[in-house]
């Protein structure tokens, strides 16, 4: 009011007011500019309890529980090809459905067992019979080693809905039951096949193991059987102790469960191949293995039917660098032959997938590594080879590329369907059709986009219908997952899988930059490195990022690829602001036999190298990499290597390391997967290789340094006798570490996930805490 008075008093004076007008215009406009901000003060206090809705751009950082709990989730092909055109599947109510792609739209779905029906809970991999009459559904009782279970099944008569358990001798819990057409049941130790009436064959001296080929391999027209018994009694056994659920009195004792578990070095089971005649189950036919690997512990990789009356059988010797294919009739006047030799002195054969045999089992097609010429050495490729002794095989596929997988084999179109690799990048992956007649090969998924989208798919793979009238072709990254349903002329008919939910959350959320790297290491060699960046980062160098590389680093292992990827990595990259890398060096897969080769019998060595080597070029080459704040973890293989490369390198380039049940010493790791790569524990073979191997005595190359030894006790796969015996090194040795034991969990260790990651989170916030730098 005072304020008011005073203009007034500066208006009625003329003689002031020529003088004064600017100071007064400039008064109103400052009382009037304090009403409109009191105004807006006076709006904002009245509001103050409304949500302020966020700015419709901003995305959100990717969450530990969006990792942990599914998020980054993709759906594949849940799709099974029962016939030329008809696809057995789950639809989006959990039934189990039965659709016809060549039927109309209004009948092409039939329900096979609904959601609703209580026997659908808790089933796995249900089964059509050949006339779509009955289905087999099995639901699992109990795990018995890690590839084998005891289940109870069931066949539903799909007309009338009548269930049938399927018993023996009043017994429901059985190892294996499958049409094969009729159905075969395998109840431990006894085998049965089903037709009208059952035939039942006794198998003495077997254990419920893992019956690789047991009731498996029926002939086309189902009167023959072969399979194979595993005699384990001179294999020794691997206590594993399971303590129970807490607060219980039958947790007063631990259980203790014996494995048969053959070590490196140690007696395997003893294996033989048979056949048998379910019209004569008295005339068992033992299937010899070659005499120039029968004295070597052979190894029975693979068996397949190529004819009624002929079996064909890969056989092994124990450290996996020689091999025999052997035919052997099963008729009159019986016999047998090699069909072919195989050898590799500079590493292993990988020879674990049966043949493909044509319809009449005059020839077979199959992955083995052919020389490319000059200094490329081998590749694996498709081979084709008549059925005839010591055949010469055809190569349908050559170049400096690798064969992952024979996807099937049209012979009606002269056409093998198979994944590959490239020659220009080795992380891309297609399908391809190559003609056994003229070799010409076309690429089926070269051109396959997700829909509405202008980027390829740059990962894809592929299953055909029984006809090869359709298949389903999925591609796998590098952006969403995607499948469509493809016609023979290769026009899209049908979207399958769009992945929408997971699409629309990668948009919403602050995604990691992905950087690929290449790196040239020794003797020609590349190494290739894939990053995930912060999303935001400054490549200045003005802020320097922590990097945390995720090693694996096995024998024929990648982790480079354009498969779509979303990771834990991914997570702390998006939300902890950390760089996140995986690399490839020497002995990954994908890159041929020079490559792949250059550690054999020596693990733990450029494997490991070349983990450090790259690590510390990354660091020298990108200004925003922090070399005071780099860490290596790794799980299993990637375990053993972390802790190797921590406990090896010299120049502080890991500030901390973490080993998640790693091995630690390969004398203590199975026959089949150990021996393979480093030969035999002996002095005659490679001693000096399993020693030099042993992470146990690096212990001095950890003093100082922050280590995270991390295991399950249950673990069938690498025992936790691994991680007990580094820690007593450790301990013995006055070496502080870090060790986080997970009571009764297994190799996996599914059911801690969220303790896990929290302690692994953890035990980065120490390592990276520039304090500590």
């Given at each position: 009011?005072?304020?008011?008075?005073?203009?007034?008093?500066?208006?009625?004076?003329?003689?002031?007011?020529?003088?004064?007008?600017?100071?007064?215009?400039?008064?109103?406009?400052?009382?009037?500019?304090?009403?409109?901000?009191?105004?807006?003060v006076?709006?904002?206090?009245?509001?103050q309890?409304?949500?302020?809705?966020?700015?419709?751009?901003?995305?959100?950082?990717?969450?530990?529980?969006?990792?942990?709990?599914?998020?980054?989730?993709?759906?594949?092909?849940?799709?099974?090809?029962?016939?030329?055109?008809?696809?057995?599947?789950?639809?989006?109510?959990?039934?189990?459905?039965?659709?016809?792609?060549?039927?109309?739209?209004?009948?092409?779905?039939?329900?096979?067992?609904?959601?609703?029906?209580?026997?659908?809970?808790?089933s796995?991999?249900?089964?059509?019979?050949?006339?779509?009459?009955?289905?087999?559904?099995?639901?699992?009782?109990?795990?018995?080693?890690?590839?084998?279970?005891i289940?109870?099944?069931?066949?539903?008569?799909?007309?009338?809905?009548?269930?049938?358990?399927?018993?023996?001798?009043?017994?429901?819990?059985?190892?294996?039951?499958?049409?094969?057409?009729?159905?075969?049941?395998?109840?431990?130790?006894?085998?049965?096949?089903?037709?009208?009436?059952?035939?039942?064959?006794?198998?003495?001296?077997?254990?419920?193991m893992?019956?690789?080929?047991l009731l498996?391999?029926?002939?086309?027209?189902?009167?023959?059987?072969?399979?194979?018994?595993?005699?384990?009694?001179?294999?020794?056994?691997?206590?594993?102790?399971?303590?129970?659920?807490?607060?219980?009195?039958a947790?007063?004792?631990?259980?203790?469960?014996?494995?048969?578990?053959?070590?490196?070095?140690?007696?395997?089971?003893?294996?033989?191949?048979?056949?048998?005649?379910?019209?004569?189950?008295?005339?068992?036919?033992?299937?010899?293995?070659?005499?120039?690997l029968?004295?070597?512990?052979?190894?029975?990789?693979?068996?397949?039917?190529?004819?009624?009356?002929?079996?064909?059988?890969?056989?092994?010797?124990?450290?996996q660098?020689?091999?025999?294919?052997?035919?052997?009739?099963?008729?009159?006047?019986?016999?047998?032959?090699?069909?072919?030799?195989?050898?590799?002195?500079?590493?292993?054969?990988?020879?674990?997938?049966?043949?493909?045999?044509?319809?009449?089992?005059?020839?077979?097609?199959?992955?083995?590594?052919?020389?490319?010429?000059?200094?490329?050495?081998?590749?694996?490729?498709?081979?084709?080879?008549?059925?005839?002794?010591n055949?010469?095989?055809?190569?349908l596929?050559?170049?400096?590329?690798?064969?992952?997988?024979?996807?099937?084999?049209n012979?009606?179109?002269?056409?093998?369907?198979?994944?590959?690799?490239?020659?220009?990048?080795?992380?891309?992956?297609h399908?391809?059709?190559?003609?056994?007649?003229?070799?010409e090969?076309?690429?089926?998924?070269?051109?396959?986009?997700?829909?509405?989208?202008?980027?390829?798919?740059?990962?894809?793979?592929?299953?055909?219908?029984?006809?090869?009238?359709?298949?389903?072709l999925?591609?796998?990254?590098?952006?969403?997952?995607?499948?469509?349903?493809?016609?023979?002329?290769?026009?899209?008919?049908?979207?399958?899988?769009?992945?929408?939910?997971?699409?629309?959350?990668?948009?919403?959320?602050?995604?990691?930059?992905?950087?690929?790297?290449?790196?040239?290491?020794?003797?020609?060699?590349?190494?290739?490195?894939?990053?995930?960046?912060?999303?935001?980062?400054?490549?200045?160098?003005?802020?320097?990022?922590?990097?945390?590389?995720?090693v694996?680093?096995?024998?024929?292992?990648?982790?480079v690829?354009?498969?779509?990827?979303?990771?834990?990595?991914?997570?702390?990259?998006?939300?902890?602001?950390?760089?996140?890398?995986?690399?490839?060096?020497?002995?990954?897969?994908l890159?041929?036999?020079?490559?792949?080769?250059?550690?054999?019998?020596?693990?733990?060595?450029?494997?490991?190298?070349?983990?450090?080597?790259?690590?510390?070029?990354?660091?020298?080459?990108?200004?925003?990499?922090?070399?005071?704040?780099?860490?290596?973890?790794?799980?299993?293989?990637?375990?053993?290597?972390?802790?190797?490369?921590?406990?090896?390198?010299?120049?502080?380039?890991?500030?901390?390391?973490?080993?998640?049940?790693?091995?630690?010493?390969?004398?203590?790791?199975?026959?089949?997967?150990?021996?393979?790569?480093m030969?035999?524990?002996?002095?005659?073979?490679?001693?000096?290789?399993?020693?030099n191997?042993?992470?146990?005595?690096?212990?001095?190359?950890?003093?100082?340094?922050?280590?995270?030894?991390?295991?399950?006790?249950?673990?069938d796969?690498?025992?936790?006798?691994q991680?007990?015996?580094?820690?007593?090194?450790?301990?013995?040795?006055?070496?502080?570490?870090?060790?986080?034991?997970?009571?009764?969990?297994?190799?996996?260790?599914g059911?801690?996930?969220?303790?896990?990651?929290?302690?692994l989170?953890?035990?980065?916030?120490?390592?990276?805490?520039e304090?500590?730098?």
């Open positions: 009011m005072n304020c008011l008075l005073w203009i007034l008093d500066l208006l009625s004076n003329k003689s002031r007011l020529k003088t004064k007008r600017w100071i007064i215009a400039g008064l109103i406009f400052l009382l009037v500019i304090g009403l409109v901000v009191a105004s807006i006076l709006l904002q206090n009245s509001d309890n409304e949500a302020k809705p966020a700015p419709l751009t901003r995305k959100r950082s990717l969450t530990l529980e969006d990792f942990l709990y599914g998020k980054f989730f993709a759906q594949g092909f849940n799709g099974t090809w029962v016939s030329g055109s008809e696809l057995m599947y789950m639809d989006a109510k959990n039934n189990l459905v039965l659709r016809d792609l060549k039927a109309k739209v209004n009948e092409s779905v039939r329900i096979l067992l609904r959601s609703s029906d209580p026997i659908s809970t808790g796995y991999q249900p089964k059509l019979s050949a006339d779509r009459k009955y289905l087999l559904i099995g639901q699992v009782q109990a795990q018995l080693y890690r590839h084998s279970k289940s109870r099944y069931s066949v539903i008569n799909l007309e009338t809905g009548e269930r049938v358990p399927i018993r023996i001798e009043g017994n429901e819990d059985l190892l294996l039951v499958k049409w094969a057409p009729s159905l075969s049941i395998m109840e431990s130790r006894t085998g049965y096949t089903k037709r009208k009436s059952s035939v039942r064959m006794k198998l003495s001296g077997s254990r419920p893992d019956l690789n080929w498996r391999n029926s002939t086309i027209d189902q009167f023959k059987l072969a399979f194979a018994k595993f005699d384990d009694r001179p294999v020794q056994l691997m206590v594993l102790p399971f303590f129970g659920e807490p607060g219980t009195v947790s007063q004792y631990p259980r203790i469960n014996a494995v048969k578990y053959p070590k490196a070095g140690t007696p395997n089971p003893l294996v033989s191949l048979h056949a048998v005649d379910l019209s004569d189950l008295t005339n068992i036919k033992n299937l010899e293995p070659p005499n120039n029968a004295a070597q512990q052979p190894i029975l990789s693979a068996v397949k039917w190529a004819t009624n009356g002929t079996i064909a059988a890969i056989w092994l010797n124990r450290v660098n020689e091999s025999s294919f052997i035919a052997y009739s099963v008729n009159p006047p019986y016999g047998s032959f090699i069909l072919k030799n195989l050898a590799e002195r500079a590493g292993w054969l990988e020879l674990f997938t049966p043949m493909k045999f044509n319809k009449n089992g005059s020839q077979y097609i199959l992955i083995f590594s052919q020389d490319q010429g000059g200094d490329a050495g081998g590749y694996r490729h498709i081979m084709l080879l008549n059925t005839t002794q055949a010469k095989e055809t190569p596929t050559k170049g400096k590329f690798v064969v992952t997988e024979i996807l099937d084999w012979e009606e179109d002269d056409l093998v369907y198979y994944q590959a690799n490239t020659q220009e990048d080795s992380a891309v992956q399908v391809y059709s190559v003609s056994t007649e003229t070799k090969i076309n690429c089926l998924s070269c051109e396959f986009k997700r829909k509405n989208s202008s980027k390829p798919c740059l990962y894809n793979t592929a299953v055909f219908s029984k006809d090869f009238s359709y298949y389903a999925s591609c796998s990254g590098p952006d969403v997952p995607y499948i469509a349903i493809y016609s023979k002329d290769h026009q899209r008919i049908l979207e399958w899988e769009s992945n929408d939910d997971l699409y629309r959350f990668t948009k919403t959320r602050e995604m990691p930059v992905v950087k690929r790297m290449e790196f040239n290491i020794s003797d020609g060699f590349t190494a290739q490195v894939v990053l995930q960046l912060p999303p935001d980062f400054d490549p200045s160098g003005n802020t320097k990022y922590p990097l945390l590389v995720n694996y680093a096995g024998p024929d292992s990648s982790q690829s354009q498969e779509f990827t979303l990771n834990w990595g991914s997570y702390l990259a998006s939300n902890r602001s950390t760089i996140y890398a995986v690399i490839d060096g020497r002995g990954s897969a890159k041929g036999d020079k490559y792949l080769f250059a550690g054999y019998r020596n693990l733990g060595t450029v494997e490991v190298e070349d983990q450090i080597f790259v690590t510390k070029k990354i660091q020298e080459t990108l200004p925003y990499v922090d070399k005071d704040r780099t860490a290596i973890w790794g799980w299993s293989y990637g375990g053993y290597a972390a802790g190797m490369a921590l406990a090896t390198e010299k120049d502080n380039i890991f500030k901390c390391g973490i080993s998640v049940a790693p091995v630690t010493d390969w004398a203590l790791y199975d026959t089949i997967y150990t021996e393979r790569f030969g035999l524990p002996s002095l005659a073979d490679n001693l000096r290789g399993y020693l191997a042993q992470l146990i005595t690096k212990y001095e190359g950890l003093r100082n340094k922050l280590y995270f030894l991390i295991h399950g006790t249950y673990d796969n690498v025992h936790y006798q991680s007990l015996l580094w820690a007593k090194v450790l301990e013995q040795k006055d070496i502080f570490f870090r060790q986080m034991t997970y009571t009764d969990q297994v190799h996996d260790l059911n801690v996930r969220p303790h896990l990651y929290h302690s989170e953890n035990f980065l916030d120490e390592c990276f805490n304090e500590n730098s």
